[in-house]
T-cell receptor, first 112, second 113 residues
Framework: DAGITQSPRHKVTETGTPVTLRCHQT?????MYWYRQDPGHGLRLIHY???????DKGEVSDGYSVSRSKTEDFLLTLESATSSQTSVYFC???????????FGDGTRLSIL | GENVEQHPSTLSVQEGDSAVIKCTYS??????FPWYKQELGKGPQLIID?????GEKKDQRIAVTLNKTAKHFSLHITETQPEDSAVYFC????????????FGTGTRLTIIP
């Protein structure tokens, strides 16, 4: 299995609080992605990174920011969490062109 | 942007029978089509993928077919086993694995012993 660790695995928080999710990889892969998974929507891309300090938006980026200060860590931040951001969040990584994405086991986030 | 539709949303088959899941995509420039299997409490795991220069690919009991003209691709699982029960997702992208993936909405496959 690809060396991807997501933390925390579960979190419950209140509306309006900031939340940061972490994705840590031990594969030294260049590309990292954050997705959210909701019933009836499959997985949707939030943000992705193509290198240290290089990030770009996905299709559902509103309300989220990301940072990547080193190759192994990709952080997803909800500056002021809303109930609509209750979801399961997955991180994925890939090495280079022509390689598939591999996923972590997710973070279940509940915002009350 | 790309849109991927997946059918059916649920599928039940008798153990030993075959299962087929179908996806259609909208962007004719898409050229990479992976399939993922997701078990409860886990992240999606790649089970097979196909690129647009290939019409079919097999890996033991799993096969994927691609029809570029019709813009659809299908997952075929033969001789189904109880451990095949899971949620399956198709996806499409413009690149070769490092590009943004657009996913279908998933198919919950149940194998009946």
């Amino acid at each position: 299995d690809a060396g991807i660790t997501q933390s925390p695995r579960h979190k419950v928080t209140e509306t309006g609080t900031p939340v940061t999710l972490r994705c840590h990889q031990t594969e030294n892969h260049r590309y990292m992605y954050w997705y959210r998974q909701d019933p009836g929507h499959g997985l949707r891309l939030i943000h992705y990174s193509y290198g240290v300090k290089d990030t770009d938006k996905g299709e559902v980026s509103d309300g989220y920011s990301v940072s990547r200060s080193k190759t192994e860590d990709f952080l997803l931040t909800l500056e002021s969490a809303t109930s609509s951001q209750t979801s399961v969040y997955f991180c994925a990584i890939t090495d280079r062109t022509n390689q598939p994405q591999h996923f972590g086991d997710g973070t279940r986030l509940s915002i009350l | 942007g790309e849109n991927v539709e997946q059918h059916p949303s649920t599928l039940s088959v008798q153990e030993g029978d075959s299962a087929v899941i179908k996806c259609t995509y909208s962007d004719s420039a898409s050229n990479y089509f992976p399939w993922y299997k997701q078990e409860l409490g886990k992240g999606p795991q790649l089970i097979i993928d196909i690129r647009s220069n290939v019409g079919e690919k097999k890996d033991q009991r799993i096969a994927v077919t691609l029809n570029k003209t019709a813009k659809h691709f299908s997952l075929h699982i033969t001789e189904t086993q109880p451990e095949d029960s899971a949620v399956y997702f198709c996806a499409a992208s413009l690149g070769f694995g490092n590009e943004k993936l657009t996913f279908g909405t998933g198919t919950r496959l149940t194998i009946i012993p």
